[in-house]
Nanobody, 124 residues
């Protein structure tokens, strides 16, 4: 029902910034909560941030709070993740996901649709 494509990943030095984008297809994008997750090599996938369909509510993992900002532009069917003050431990494949129920819950089970991921590598 929804197709998600991430972009914007790359290689940055510690302390640098990146902005990830997730483009969604479908006319119901504005009704979906959107989330970002990440998975590092040998690690479990973990929640990063989420935003309600209206953009009025956001939720962040403690590990990224104050450094990352999630936002969305429903007119463009796009959700963003601005990442500042990047650390080597932020290195991971970053995935965006869509929650049709707009629950803003950080568990992966809430999200029905997933992108293919974009690699973020932070060098020390």
């Amino acid at each position: 029902q929804v197709q998600l494509v991430e972009s914007g990943g790359g290689l940055v030095q510690a302390g640098g910034s990146l902005r990830l984008s997730c483009a969604a297809s479908g006319r119901t994008f504005s009704s979906y909560a959107m989330g970002w997750f990440r998975q590092a090599p040998g690690k479990e996938r973990e929640f990063v941030a989420a935003i309600t369909w209206s953009g009025n509510s956001t939720y962040y993992a403690d590990s990224v709070k104050g450094r990352f900002t999630i936002s969305r532009d429903n007119a463009k069917n796009t959700v963003y993740l601005r990442m500042n003050s990047l650390k080597p431990e932020d290195t991971a494949v970053y995935y965006c996901a869509a929650d049709p129920r707009n629950s803003l819950f950080p568990g992966a089970e809430v999200y029905d649709y997933w992108g293919q991921g974009t690699q973020v590598t932070v060098s020390s």
